[in-house]
T-cell receptor, first 115, second 110 residues
């Protein structure tokens, strides 16, 4: 059982370049999330999805787009990378039962540097 | 003011010590509470949920005080392997707002 996987693990971009981060989960979870983690700030929610074909904005959505075409995959896109997007990106997933969300399982993270 | 605040530490304790972490949250509509553990350059992993009545899992005890909007984590008989960053997490119903504290760093030394 792989859990939550993320690709790539590391990436260096130049300002203005674009890229897509891929998240995949094999736990049949309904909910998926993208976070960024910066020193001293904790994890901040970028976008999330409550099911295939649906996405919503989180706390810091500007500069990012997402898509969830399949239940097991959640893609995060940067259309025009900026140095402020240098961060560690974590994907997570969780199940939903009885009106309460359960623990979030995280992927290993993607370390992105924008120069 | 941050919605979830934690003492950043670091806490440096000897093996066998008891250490307590505190967390405060500002939104009284908060519904669910958790402690996560994050090792250096790794992903966060759930340590334990926090229930209103308090709960214990081995050497770990979590407490919640809704009136004071305060959460705590107590680690007894610290082990070297407990060295990590501990994240306080608060979620809200009616949406998917999950707020992570910035974390408290713990170093347990021999």
């Amino acid at each position: 059982n792989a859990g939550v996987t993320q690709t790539p693990k590391f990436r260096v971009l130049k300002t203005g370049q674009s890229m897509t981060l891929l998240c995949a989960q094999d736990m049949n979870h309904e909910y998926m999330y993208w976070y960024r983690q910066d020193p001293g700030m904790g994890l901040r929610l970028i976008h999330y999805s409550v099911g295939e074909g649906t996405t919503a904005k989180g706390e810091v959505p500007d500069g990012y787009n997402v898509s969830r075409l399949k239940k097991q995959n959640f893609l995060l896109g940067l259309e025009s990378a900026a140095p402020s997007q240098t961060s560690v990106y974590f994907c997570a997933s969780s199940s939903f039962r009885g009106g309460e969300r359960y623990e979030q399982y995280f992927g290993p993270g993607t370390r992105l540097t924008v120069t | 003011r941050k919605e979830v605040e934690q003492d950043p530490g670091p806490f440096n304790v000897p093996e066998g010590a008891t250490v307590a972490f505190n967390c405060t949250y500002s939104n009284s509509a908060s519904q669910s509470f958790f402690w996560y553990r994050q090792d250096c350059r790794k992903e966060p992993k759930l340590l334990m949920s926090v229930y209103s009545s308090g709960n214990e899992d081995g050497r770990f005890t979590a407490q919640l005080n809704r009136a004071s909007q305060y959460i705590s984590l107590l680690i007894r008989d610290s082990k070297l392997s407990d060295s990590a960053t501990y994240l306080c997490v608060v979620t809200y119903t009616g949406g998917f707002k999950t707020i992570f504290g910035a974390g408290t760093r713990l170093f347990v030394k021999a």
